[in-house]
């Protein structure tokens, strides 16, 4: 196996205490995160040489985010730095009725500024055998698309294996094109799509025939292999399709399940009654994080589904974009382990 290369933006993240309105006391706690980048420290956790690669600004803000990645034992040096800033997302946690609510402040960040030549695929993707990536850095700006095509290219021609989470964001697609005219393109050059019925419907504009495959919270899993075979049937090059299936109660209440279809077996996942979330953000990239090691370490599609969806339930009790477990751990909870009896 070779190293696992994670490529998009990591951010300055700034919550409000616990359940507090945004500036309802005068405190902000400032972490980090993105997409790719908790990609990378749960791989790291389980123990797997993996890198990020990013465009992030030179200065004390950038050296802190570097030195916390460093910190999990994410290989760091394919980073490349520039002048310019980092972008910021901040971060209300709902409670009950009330959910979360982000607010994204990244336009003119410095990865928001790359464009294709800014980094050497070459040099980025050196020993690996599995690039990752989302449909988050697209939706940053067109130079940021541009560069994320430019990657699954160089990536392909390498033989390695593409991975992307779908990872739809409304509030981000704001420079003249829409996520479909983007993602479809990009999607050419994936092996491994890891999406929920929003993200095939909004990346892809592929949606079942019938109704919605969540209705009020409950859901069809026969409606998500009908979306699965679809996208497998537009795009011959994908592999697979994992869906991950959010039913939500309310904001600290949520079932967690997720399927996954190779175009001949569906398997569908055990549900975790998650009920007291303590943060749910980071809870999608976990669940990839998890499914890129299992289908790299078990080698079996099923198992490599229970993985991703225990590590993934696992996030939602740890604050902060990272998920801080082991894969000990995450497997203890495949095995049954799912009490909280301290361990002693």
């Not at 002048?83 to 003119?108: N, W």
């Not at 980025?124 to 988050?136: F, M, P, R, V, Y």
């Not at 130079?143 to 509030?171: F, I, M, P, Q, T």
């Not at 590590?311 to 998920?323: E, F, M, V």
Request: net charge neutral; charged share 25%; with cysteine.
């Amino acid at each position: 196996m070779g190293k696992i290369v994670t490529f998009g933006e990591v951010m300055l993240r700034l919550k409000s205490p616990a359940y507090e309105r945004l500036f309802q006391s005068p405190v902000l706690e400032a972490t980090f995160g993105g997409g790719e980048a908790n990609v990378s420290v749960s791989l790291a956790n389980y123990g797997l040489d993996t890198a990020f690669v990013s465009v992030l600004p030179t200065g004390a803000i950038g050296d802190a985010c570097i030195r916390e990645m460093r910190g999990f034992g994410v290989d760091v040096s394919r980073i490349v730095r520039k002048d310019g800033r980092m972008g910021i997302y901040y971060l209300e946690t709902g409670a009950v009725q009330r959910p979360s609510k982000v607010i994204y402040d990244r336009a003119g960040s410095t990865i928001a500024k790359a464009k294709p030549g800014d980094i050497d695929w070459d040099k980025a993707l050196e020993g690996a055998s599995w690039l990752h990536l989302t449909g988050i850095t697209p939706a940053i700006s067109a130079g940021a698309a541009d560069l994320s095509l430019e990657a699954v290219k160089a990536a392909k021609a390498k033989g390695l294996h593409v991975s992307c989470d779908l990872n739809y964001r409304k509030n981000l697609w704001k420079y003249g094109k829409r996520a479909d005219e983007v993602m479809k393109e990009l999607v050419k050059y994936v092996d491994t799509v890891i999406a929920n019925e929003e993200d095939v419907q909004k990346a892809l504009g592929i949606s079942a025939e019938s109704a919605s495959a969540v209705d009020e919270g409950d859901i069809n899993v026969e409606l998500y292999k009908t979306i699965a075979g679809k996208v497998m049937e537009a795009y011959p090059n994908v592999q697979r399709v994992a869906i991950t299936l959010r039913e939500s109660k309310s904001a600290n209440h949520n079932d967690w399940s997720a399927c996954l279809y190779n175009g001949k077996d569906f398997f569908l996942s055990r549900k975790y009654a998650i009920t007291d979330i303590v943060d749910r953000v980071g809870g999608g990239d976990s669940f990839g994080g998890g499914l890129i090691y299992g289908l790299n370490v078990y080698g079996d599609e099923k198992q490599a589904l229970e993985f991703a969806v225990a590590a993934s339930c696992l996030k939602h009790t740890i604050p902060g974009d990272y998920n801080r477990v082991t894969a000990a751990e995450v497997e203890s909870l495949m095995k049954g382990s799912g009490t909280g009896r301290v361990q002693r």
